[in-house]
């Protein structure tokens, strides 16, 4: 069914009983020819582009609980290409355009609002890096604009620019950057995936694979054997767990990030703002509520909620450029399980086991990622070639020396 | 999250500073032949487990002693503390 304003409209007049649920609760086949595994953002957005992009009639979602319920419906849903290195800028610059199109690709109100976002510069040597940065943008075709502290006093007029400690020299824009609906991603390309023909199969774990003489021959799973030709595996966090069950180890750790969601207020915040002296961003959602979030709680865990001491180092940071937020009330906080890899950048690659494929390592940064990691991940399954952006994006880079570490930090993962 | 610290008794995790699976105390021998092969397994690969997992902890803000922490990364529940040092003498090293 098509969705339409003028659907909208009769649905009104007749009682609202054409509706028909978004996707189908389909049994699992015995065998498809492409299993995803993962029924998050990326799992779902590959699906629907290896249905509609690749011509693939035969492929399965298996999530383990409900799809959405992982860190697509728990990210602070911010959009943007502003990466400096040429292994990462291109393929996030991809996932923009993806996002500029992506309502009309998958007839779903995602909510794409490219409200802008603005990173804070507070020193000289920050300027020079984030001006770096914006040419490296600018170079790879995405848009970058740096600010005066007087252009960012006329957008955010309570910003305190004078600030002795941390005061604000300007800032680095990206207008067509912004936030998405987060569940209404997942639920999009879900209904656009089953549209196409994909079955996607809640409550189902894969709990190992089916490999017989180095060839990867299906998933075990809560609910039976399901034979595949080939397996992507795209469970975020829960990577390293998986892909031990194919005597794997991942250069990844797990680790918990928290975000906050304060009452909602009359509009305040027009844009995304990053706090550059601590990390500190924020968002408005469209229903009021100020959207924040900061650093890692910093150790390994899986426990999807964290700890207090993360808890204050953010609010520091928001009291330190916004203090009146201060006065907002908290109403929600939560906590998601990042896959952090050991240079902060993802893999897409081939695993070394035949018909066994890996999406993963995104660390906090996958949501944004999610239109071009599904599109890159198709195609790798489809055609066994990295698509053009993610050609980077391989296992054995730690082994060669070609990490691509935005920040310099080397192989600490609770640093990236 | 409160580390028990055996020399100073409970603190608090926030004077701590992660340093990641404690394995990382097994430096592999830089003069063996499969070095290149090792090292490269010890600085990035992990089996980072969902469950007890024995990790280092920097006592960054305190003693500046080096612990090892038996924590479960679903639960964050601590069931043992050792300093880095006994484990590692333990071990057989001066
Ligand atoms: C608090 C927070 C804030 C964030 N903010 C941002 C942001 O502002 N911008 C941004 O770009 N990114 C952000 N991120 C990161 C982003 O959310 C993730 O990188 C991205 O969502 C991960 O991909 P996914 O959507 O496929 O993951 P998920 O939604 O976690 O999907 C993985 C799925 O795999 C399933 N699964 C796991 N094991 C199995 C199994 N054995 N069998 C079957 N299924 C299994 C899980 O149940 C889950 O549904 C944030 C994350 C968090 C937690």
Redesign the pocket.
């Known amino acids: 069914m098509r969705y339409s304003a003028f659907r909208v409209i009769k649905e009104a007049l007749t009682g609202h009983k054409g509706w028909k649920p978004a996707w189908r609760d389909p049994v699992p086949a015995a065998q498809y020819d492409i299993v995803v595994?993962?029924?998050?953002?990326?799992?779902l957005a590959t699906a629907h582009y290896l249905a509609k992009e690749f011509g693939q009639a035969r492929v399965a979602v298996?999530?383990?609980?409900w799809?959405?319920?992982?860190?697509?419906?728990?990210?602070?849903?911010?959009?943007r290409s502003n990466y400096l290195l040429d292994g990462n800028e291109p393929f996030y610059e991809f996932s923009l355009k993806l996002w500029e199109n992506l309502e009309q690709d998958l007839n779903y109100n995602a909510m794409v609002s490219q409200r802008g976002i603005l990173n804070l510069i507070h020193s000289d040597g920050q300027r020079d890096a984030f001006t770096r940065r914006g040419n490296a943008m600018i170079l790879n075709g995405a848009d970058a604009d740096i600010l005066s502290t007087e252009d960012i006093k006329k957008r955010y007029p309570f910003l305190n620019t004078d600030d002795a400690r941390f005061p604000i020299k300007g800032g680095l824009a990206q207008h067509r950057g912004g936030t998405v609906r987060h569940d209404a991603v997942a639920w999009g390309y879900a209904r656009s995936a089953d549209s196409h023909g994909v079955d996607i199969i809640q409550n189902?774990?894969?709990t190992g694979f089916r490999i017989e003489d180095g060839v990867c021959k299906g998933v075990e799973t809560t609910r039976g054997f399901i034979g595949a030709k080939k397996v992507g595996c795209?469970?975020?966090?829960?990577s390293s767990?998986?892909m031990a069950l194919a005597n794997m180890r991942l250069p990844m750790e797990s680790h918990v990030?928290?975000?906050f969601v304060s009452e909602g207020l009359k509009p305040v915040l027009p844009g995304v703002i990053t706090f550059g002296a601590g990390h500190f961003y924020c968002s408005q959602s469209d229903k009021g509520g100020l959207v924040f979030?900061g650093d890692l709680d910093g150790y390994n865990s899986y426990a999807q909620r964290g700890n207090l001491p993360a808890v204050e180092d953010v609010c520091e940071g928001a009291m330190a450029i916004f203090p009146m937020l201060g006065r907002a009330r908290l109403l929600r906080m939560w906590?998601?399980i990042?896959d952090m890899s050991m240079d902060g950048s993802p893999i897409i690659d081939k695993t070394h086991i035949d018909g066994l494929y890996f999406n993963g390592g995104?660390?906090?940064?996958?949501?944004?990622?999610?239109p071009a990691s599904g599109f890159a991940f198709a195609h790798l399954l489809a055609k066994d070639e990295p698509h053009p952006t993610a050609t980077a994006y391989r296992f054995d880079r730690f082994e060669k020396g070609r990490m691509i570490d935005e920040k310099g930090m080397g192989n600490q993962p609770n640093l990236h | 999250m409160i580390i028990n610290h055996p020399l100073l008794g409970p603190r608090d995790s926030a004077e701590f500073t992660y340093m990641g699976d404690a394995r990382l105390m097994d430096r592999p021998d830089p003069d063996a032949p499969d070095a290149a092969a090792a090292f490269y397994d010890y600085a990035y690969l992990r089996d980072n487990p969902a469950g007890w997992h024995r990790e280092l902890w920097f006592h960054e803000a305190g003693d500046r002693s080096w612990l090892v922490v038996t924590r479960n990364t679903v639960t964050h529940e601590i069931s043992a503390v050792e300093l880095a040092s006994d484990v590692a003498r333990a071990q057989g090293r001066t």
């Open positions: 595994v993962g029924g998050g953002g990326h799992g298996i999530e383990k609980g799809i959405g319920g992982g860190n697509v419906g728990r990210n602070t849903t911010i959009i189902c774990e894969v795209a469970v975020a966090g829960n767990r998986l990030l928290q975000a979030g906590g998601g990042m995104w660390c906090y940064g996958g949501f944004k990622a999610t």
